[in-house]
């Protein structure tokens, strides 16, 4: 049951109002709860909200905590948000709904390796690298277009593309950057917006935002 002053209300209140003020029909925005890090009784109480859909960063993380809420709380949708190992490769299509941290060829490879011998794959995102951080993960901008044929070419199906802008900066440009290179490349999805920016994405045209602290509290450490 949904407490209505609870902060998984109040930013479903605050999404609703962002689609509504962008013309965008209610509903098209999903909402990811980011609960990486978090302690399971604050995963637990959203869980009870009614909220199915999660974000993890951590594979080790994400397979210790899953299997047992998703045992109690069926329809559970797991995202995985942070960087891929290759070697957690196969973990992560067992476990992961969608990938949104697709930033390489040898990734695209393995996954579409393992969607071929299990005869599908998780939703796929491909993350890019905007702000061209040397230090960030995630494809550049002007290897976008070039990357999404590779992909394309190995019969994956990416679902779209996904961004972490600058720390510090006016993320706006990056989201509406984003939504260029998705509609030049034909790709429906859009992953970016997170506690500080949410409402500017949904303006830029999010579909999936990932919401973490602003949620759950302020993570303690790993974050
Ligand atoms: C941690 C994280 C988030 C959530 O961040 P908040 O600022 O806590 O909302 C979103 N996206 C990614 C990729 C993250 O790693």
Redesign the pocket.
Known sequence: MTDSSSPLATIRRRLAAAEAAAGRAPGSVTLIA?S?VQPDDRVRAVLAEGQRVF?E?YVQEAAAKWPGFRATFPGVQLHM??PLQTNKAKQAVELFDAIHSLDRASLAEKLARLAQARGSSPALFIQVNTGAEPQKAGILPQDLDAFVAQVRALDLDPQGLMC?PPEGADSAPHFKTLAEMAARNGLPGLSMG???DFESAVAHGATHV?????LFGA?SAK?
């Open positions: 980011v990486k974000g960063n948000i942070g972490i997170m506690s500080s990932r919401v973490g602290s602003a993570r974050a």
